[in-house]
């Protein structure tokens, strides 16, 4: 399973940890991983592109973890979008990710 862990201070996103395998297929054919990849790898390109001080990350075989270093609201709205996005993921395939 993927286990998406949010912190928040007071009302802005300070890190999100993604980590696990969904294990709903074979590697190659996982769709829910697949989603999740593109989904982070998309937020954290997109963040990066538009101020590269406004996050740090860490890619390791556990998974990954983003610092969010500024509390803009660019960032923190990409940021919100991006955990939308894995909640709309959560509904469809809540035995896969899980969202907290």
């Not at 912190?7 to 297929?25: C, I, P, R, W």
């Not at 609201?73 to 969202?99: A, G, H, P, W």
């Amino acid at each position: 399973m993927i286990t998406v862990k949010v912190e928040k201070e007071k009302q802005n996103f300070t890190s999100v940890q993604v980590l696990g395998h969904a294990m709903y297929d074979e590697y190659g054919k996982d769709i829910v991983c697949s989603a999740v990849s593109s989904i982070v790898i998309t937020t954290i390109n997109g963040l990066l592109a538009l101020d590269n001080k406004s996050i740090t990350y860490l890619s390791s075989s556990k998974g990954l973890s983003i610092k969010v270093l500024k509390q803009d609201k660019v960032t923190q709205t990409l940021i919100r979008v991006m955990i939308r996005m894995f909640k709309e993921l959560e509904m469809k395939y809540k035995d896969y990710i899980v969202v907290k």
